[in-house]
Each structure stands twice: as structure tokens, then as C-alpha cells.
């Protein structure tokens, strides 16, 4: 029996972790602000897109991978992802597009625009607070908040996971918003347990998810309680913006 594994996308990455993250791994992208971690997301996004552009090359690849494998190893075959989903709490699709078209060449803008399923969550995120009142006394900038859904913020991103998760890769942007955000019927806790039960069940979907977090920004107690949870049964890469460089801890 041979286990699936996702390329990262990124060639120097992996090359170092046997061409890719076995399926059913939670990423947890651990980055200083400014270190890169989004613009790692996207590149991983738009290569793996364009690896799914190119069969014959990516057979070549993973004959090579299992080609690759020393005695006494698990077999492993690379996988690709069936659809990319990008959960964005705060941001826009539009923003975040507008980022890559002033950071990125067009052929690699118009790859992540056409490749990458975008699901917003801005109106359940800024539902209690002081935001939505402003926008909505100024007819110019009205958001369509929805005032019929009961659901708190971690239900609404555990139905897209529900829904999407399943031999895709979903990025959750952001882990630090989710962290920051406390409604009345949401709390640290429940950010915590929410973590621990994501990660189980990532196994039974055979995809590949990324959750970013910044340092330097929680609590330092906060998020050394985050990553446990994360690093002990998935992967933390370590994004550093001082030293250029990323740590792997799984």
C-alpha cells in the first residue's frame, strides 16, 4: 500500500522533506511579520496549479520520487490536490489579488485568479463589532453582513473545511485573526480544542492544509499553547524575517 504525499510547490523545500508533506498533514505556517509566509502560500498555490497544467512532467516527477525510496521505507506516490480553497477571515478576494498583482508577474497572478477557489468570511468576522456599524452608516461602504446566520465564526470555517477539506488544499488566512477575535460566544479555549480536533481529522481527508500565525503579535502563553497541538501530530515551519530562513519541526 502506497501513501500519498503533496508537494509543497517549492523545489528547495522539497527536497528536504522526501518531495513533499504526507496527505492528511496540517501546516502551520509560524512567521515574524513581513518574513514571507503569504508569499510561500502563494507560490506553493500556483506551483502546484501549474504542476496540475502539466501531467507528463509531474509523472516524470513522481517516477523519480518512487524511484527515490530506500529499503525498509514506506512507499509513498505524489499526489496533487483536486481543487485549491483560499478561506480568508478579513481580506477580500479582491485584496488579495490586488497584493499579487503588484508583488507578482501577470502570468503568475492570472494562475492564482483562475486557479484558486476563494471563500470570504469578513461578514460573520466583523458581525460584533464597532466596524460594522461604522460601514453601515456610511450607504457607500455597506458590507452585506448576514444577519440571518446564528453561527459563530469557528462553525462557519468548520463547514468549509467540512466541505472542502477532502483531497484539496485549503489555507486558512489568518490562525492570528482567529486567535485576536473573541465574540460573545467564542474564546481561546474554544480556538484550542477546535486545533486539536482539526488536526485528527485532517487525516481522514488526505489533503493538505496551511494556517498562518504570526509571532510577536499573540501573547507569548497563547501561542505557545497554540502550537503544541499542531506540531506534536502536524508540521510548524518557522518563517524568521531577521535570518532568511525556515525550520521544520513535525
Not at 476563494?118 to 460594522?132: A, V
Amino acid at each position: 500500500m502506497a501513501l500519498n504525499k503533496i508537494p509543497s510547490g517549492i523545489k528547495t523545500l522539497d527536497t528536504n522533506i522526501n518531495d513533499g508533506f504526507p496527505a492528511g498533514s496540517v501546516i502551520l505556517l509560524l512567521q515574524d511579520v513581513g518574513a514571507g509566509a503569504r508569499e510561500f502560500i502563494y507560490t506553493s498555490i500556483v506551483n502546484n496549479l501549474n504542476l496540475k497544467a502539466d501531467p507528463s512532467y509531474f509523472e516524470m516527477i513522481n517516477r523519480k520520487h518512487e524511484k527515490q525510496k530506500h529499503e525498509g521505507e514506506i512507499n509513498t506516490t505524489l499526489a496533487l490536490p483536486d481543487e485549491i480553497y483560499y478561506i480568508s477571515l478579513s481580506r477580500s478576494k479582491e485584496d488579495i489579488l490586488n497584493e499579487n498583482a503588484y508583488a507578482f508577474h501577470e502570468d503568475f497572478f492570472n494562475t492564482l485568479k483562475e486557479g484558486v477557489n476563494f471563500k470570504e468570511l469578513s461578514d460573520i468576522y466583523f458581525r460584533q463589532s464597532i466596524i460594522k456599524n461604522l460601514w453601515l452608516t456610511d450607504k457607500k461602504k455597506n458590507l452585506d453582513f448576514d444577519s440571518n446566520s446564528n453561527k459563530n465564526i469557528l462553525e462557519e470555517i468548520s463547514d468549509l473545511f467540512g466541505e472542502f477539506a477532502a483531497n484539496n488544499i485549503v489555507i486558512l488566512d489568518s490562525l492570528t485573526e482567529l486567535v485576536l477575535y473573541e465574540g460573545d460566544y467564542l474564546s481561546k479555549n474554544d480556538v484550542i480544542m477546535f486545533l486539536k480536533s482539526l488536526v485528527r481529522i485532517s487525516k481522514e481527508w488526505n489533503g493538505l492544509i496551511y494556517l498562518l500565525l504570526n509571532t510577536r503579535i499573540l501573547e507569548t502563553n497563547i501561542q505557545e499553547i497554540i502550537s503544541p497541538p499542531i506540531s506534536s501530530s502536524g508540521i510548524c515551519l518557522s518563517c524568521s524575517r531577521n535570518r532568511s530562513w525556515m525550520s521544520i519541526e513535525s
